[in-house]
């Protein structure tokens, strides 16, 4: 640790490098996390600024992931013990059958080809370097037309394996050195990929290595590039589609349907998947992407996927990205424009983790080196790989194609076969055999009636009985300053640990954001009743297949609880449908509530059919009941009330929004008091409605840059707004600080320059540094050469050189600080703040009388201050003999 501008510099070595994952790479001071670090290329250092004063008492300095909170709190998720509900779910109800299997083989066989156009083919903006083109193409054979589009994105994972012809930690991480092989993670969804070429969709798993090699200084951990990856690989198909060349010649003229495009990104592919609907939106939507398919993903940054199909999937085990973040693309999307009339939902896996969907990722069918992401092999623990609701490889990868390829199939060839397999009824795909899944479904707009998104106080009157209803978000009592809760809201829940609480938990760059709201409903007698009343204009619901909301018991309460739903028509007719007889949303998940990451606090699905809602009239519903008469007394989230059918929709580029985009700024530090910098938020055009999104500053802010958080309302007709952020300056030397502002889920708008760069410019001289010789008696011992600062810094100042052998001898009259062996170098160094230095040798003392000795030493190489190099200072030995 050392002082900078504002605070202090964090600096963690590693022995090896940190791991290759898709969570971010935090730095802990004694447990508590307290911002993203920045990685050294080689994975080796990690380095964090923060202005946070419990730095200076550290005993311990650690490296922690964003998503891997159960760690953070003492847990190793491997040896977590079974939980109350452990049972229930090994023998959790199972929905029908699905008519049609998604994850059996279709019509046609399957043709594959690669194309490889170079390692470092193309620069990809916001990431600095360039990557490679590279794909894996799968067709189906004979298939005429133009067909569907599917690529695929792996995650972040290692990229080389093997060992180096010459090793060096100064080699780049991408191309892989002599002696290393490429890792093919997109070799790993072959299954996938053939269950929908077979049933005649074209199918490209594109590699993205150089990005995982260096999206560790990205400012978005590589979302943008990412998604300039898609695109570039999309402008490749639509010129070898309509004029051919490149590697295929013109055997795909007319045979792609650039008008019809799906995208699936695994891990951090998945947030790059999201970003690149909304940047080709952005662009005019020059390609019809219409359905996106975040599996396992990370969403670092709260951005919206509007206009198009969404389902998110989350595997339960998942050890990488454990706070299943992917959960916000659905909260965050749901009501994020009016009118939008596209479907989207979430797939929960139970048993599944964050690596098997990819065989690249898995034991026994990668080719390099791959592991389990969820450690432990006891049978005890709801994740561990001898449990029995655990999924192995084969199984889990089998799931993992039915929902892939169930949801392409629906989207994209309208194939309504597979309506039920995501419309939250848990019909299942025979392929998918033992696994438990749960999915959480927003039907489009033209099929649904919303009634209460519950997310606001319910009207006087509305609540009655021994039960209250408050409106809640975010989490209370982390480990971090970060509240993502709504000013004057209360927190859902309290915990260290957001691994348990995906709705509620932070996102790292936008961690000033509010979280999805619910409410919370505590009872304490069995006359509770919460009241929903119909509007006139909507009171007949004949046409609509379900009456469903969102449900999940309290942390804190019982393991299991209970609601009666109770449907009221205009002639005071009732029917009582209690939640546990159609659904499982208010058992709590797998796990035991012991900071382990388990259970996982999710909202899932009450659907009620409305076929069996009998004695009342469904052309005059007035209105729906909670009603607390099941259990005395307990605790429960409810959100998203209403009623709604399964339904396509309509899916595409949302081209027509209002893209709103954040100006760069940069400024001058200054020497003293506070300044300001303005930044620009713009609308591309005006809005006939308002356009909402919140903005925060993000990055090593110290106490230079100063935090602000809020949200800006675009009144109608009104195109930009200003940011004012405030600067601290001060008289000291010190580094550049490049910091965010960072746009997070609007409303009303499409996301485009999401991150606005400032760059604060240090403006002080670098100070001089002035070096003395030296005059010592012999029996000294270790002394220092003079060193002096022209003024405080706060750099650390360190120059280095060589020591030269006069008439005394090094080894046998003098040697360095740190009596090294026979290396003769000199290291010398002022901290941050200071004036003065080290500059240190020790000095041997013998028992001979001699004449004064001289030797030298010699400042070759100098950072942070001024100094002319080579610079010679020369130590004189006086004998004490």
Partial sequence: MRPVAGGYQLTLHLDAPAAMRASLPLLAVDGKPLGVARQSPDRKTLTLVSADPSVLTARDVSLVWSGDLGKQSGKSRGITAGGPTDADWLKARRGPLLPSDPGALGKYKVDTAEYNLGDEAIDLPGLGHKSELRGKVYSPRGALGPRPLVIFLHGRHEVCYGDPTHPSDDAKPWPCPPGMKAIPSYRGYDAPAAALASNGYQVVSISANAINAWDSDAYDAGAQARAELI????????????????????????????????????????????????????????????????????????????????????????????????????????????????????????????????????????????????????????????????????????????????????????????????????????????????????????????????????????????????????????????????????????????????????????????????????????????????????????????????????????????????????????????????????????????????????????????????????????????????????????????????????????????????????????????????????????????????????????????????????????????????ITGNTRDSYDIPFSLVLSVPHDGLLDESFGHGLVIDDDPTPTLTLGNLKIVEKTGLVNFPVKLSAPSDKYVSFSGVLENGTAVFGKDYTDANEGPAAPTIDGYVEPGKTTGDLSVKILDDKLKEPAETFTAVIRQIDGATLKVPTTLTATITDND
């Fill in 231 to 726: 695109l570039d690989h999309l402008a490749l198909w639509r010129k070898w589609s309509t004029i051919g060349g490149g590697p295929f010649g013109t055997r795909f003229v007319g045979r792609i349907d650039l008008q019809n495009v799906g995208l699936m990104g695994h891990s951090r592919g998945g947030e790059g998947v999201a970003r690149a609907a909304v940047l080709n939106a952005d662009r005019g939507g020059q390609y019809g992407i219409r359905a996106v398919l975040p599996l396992a993903p990370t969403d670092f940054a709260r951005a919206t996927v509007p206009g198009v199909a969404m389902s998110v999937v989350l595997p339960y085990c998942d050890g990488d990205v454990s706070d299943l973040q992917g959960q916000k693309f659905y909260d965050d999307t749901r009501y994020s424009v009016d009118g939008d009339a596209a479907p989207r939902s979430t797939v929960t896996v139970l048993g599944a983790n964050h690596n098997f969907f990819n065989t690249e990722w898995t034991p026994g069918q990668s080719v390099a080196p791959s592991n389990d992401d969820w450690f432990g092999d006891e049978k005890a623990a709801p994740c561990g790989a001898k449990y029995a609701g655990r999924l192995t490889a084969k199984e889990q990868q089998a799931v993992g194609t039915a929902y892939v390829a169930g949801f392409f199939r629906l989207q994209l060839g309208h194939e309504t076969q597979f309506l039920a397999q995501f419309d939250g009824s848990d019909s299942r795909a025979a392929s998918a055999g033992k696994a438990v899944v749960r999915v959480v479904s927003q039907a489009p707009i033209g099929s649904r009636r919303d009634l209460n998104h519950f997310d606001k106080a319910l009207p006087t009157g509305a609540v009655s009985g021994k039960v209250s209803a408050t409106v809640c978000a975010g989490v209370a009592n982390a480990g971090v300053a970060s509240t993502a809760q709504r000013a004057g809201t209360p927190a859902c829940m309290a915990t260290d640990d957001w691994a348990s609480a995906p709705h509620w938990g932070t996102a790292w760059f936008a961690a000033m954001t509010p979280t999805t709201a619910v409410t919370k409903l505590k009872w304490t007698g069995t006359n509770g009743v919460v009241r929903v009343d119909v509007p006139a204009g909507k009171r007949d619901v004949r046409r609509f297949a379900a009456l469903t909301f969102r449900a999940a018991p309290d942390p804190v309460g019982a393991p299991k609880t209970d609601l009666t739903v109770r449907v009221v028509d205009g002639h005071g007719r009732a029917v009582a449908v209690p939640v546990s007889e159609v659904s499982d949303a208010l058992v709590r998940m797998p796990g035991s509530n012991d900071g382990s990451g388990l259970p996982k606090n999710l909202l899932r699905t009450v659907r009620i059919p409305v076929s069996s809602l009998k004695g009342v009239d469904l052309r005059d519903v007035r209105a729906v009941e909670l009603r607390t008469d099941r259990v005395a007394s307990g605790s429960a989230y409810v959100s998203d009330l209403g009623f709604s059918s399964p339904g396509l929709g309509f899916s595409a580029p949302a081209a027509l929004l209002p893209k709103l985009s954040a100006s760069n700024v940069t400024v001058q530090e200054g020497d003293k008091g506070t300044r300001t910098v303005d930044f620009w938020v713009r609308l591309s055009r005006p809005s006939i409605r308002p356009v909402s999104v919140y903005i925060e500053t993000n990055g090593e802010l110290a106490e230079t840059v100063g935090e602000v958080a809020r949200q800006l309302v675009f009144k109608p007709g009104q195109v930009r707004q200003k940011v004012t952020v405030p």
